[in-house]
């Protein structure tokens, strides 16, 4: 794939399943186009009416280097609404990946993202990646405030009460609590 190439190609590439290969590849050209338009194309992408053209653009993302996923940080806000209204939990998990990579600080604290990881957290109905990553950020977002970290604990010590955890959510929870204490 050419830099030259417009974004109704980049389109045309994340319509159908892409494989490993296809990642490294499209990583590649992404990475060294130096003014940023096939990232901003891939952004748009995102955000795409089509399922798995947004589902493949956010799992891109997730592939490319830090300093191209750097350029998301300006964007987190959009990225924490986005992750809060897709219907794709696929799209979902990919942009909490995203986001939990994202340096959170008081400036891009949202309490209705907070919210939403604590329900998802919590929601059976939520995929087992989901709700770690969730856990994840709540994490996060948390500890700039240590009256959220002491809630966030208590919830954390008491969430397989509430939700019989996977072996993978017990772990989560497990390293995010020795971070806390």
Request: glycine share 2%; hydrophobic share 40%.
């Amino acid at each position: 794939m050419a830099e030259t190439d417009n974004s109704h190609n980049l389109r045309n590439r994340l319509l159908g399943r892409i494989h490993e290969n296809d990642i490294h590849e499209l990583c590649h050209v992404i990475q060294c186009c130096e003014d940023h338009s096939l990232l901003e194309q891939l952004y748009t992408l995102l955000f795409n009416s089509e399922k798995r053209v947004a589902d493949n653009a956010a799992w891109l993302f997730t592939h490319l280097d830090a300093a191209h996923q750097g350029w998301l940080y300006p964007k987190c806000d959009e990225l924490m609404q986005e992750a809060m209204s897709t219907s794709s939990e696929t799209k979902r998990r990919l942009l909490l990946t995203l986001l939990a990579a994202q340096p959170l600080c008081e400036d891009n604290l949202r309490t209705d993202f907070l919210d939403f990881c604590m329900n998802q957290m919590i929601s059976s109905g939520s995929s087992v990646g989901v709700r770690a990553l969730s856990m994840k950020l709540s994490f996060l977002l948390c500890r700039l405030y240590p009256e959220l970290l002491a809630e966030f604990s208590s919830a954390l010590e008491m969430l397989d009460d509430t939700s019989p955890l996977t072996p993978a959510l017990r772990v989560a929870r497990k390293n995010i609590l020795k971070k806390i204490h």
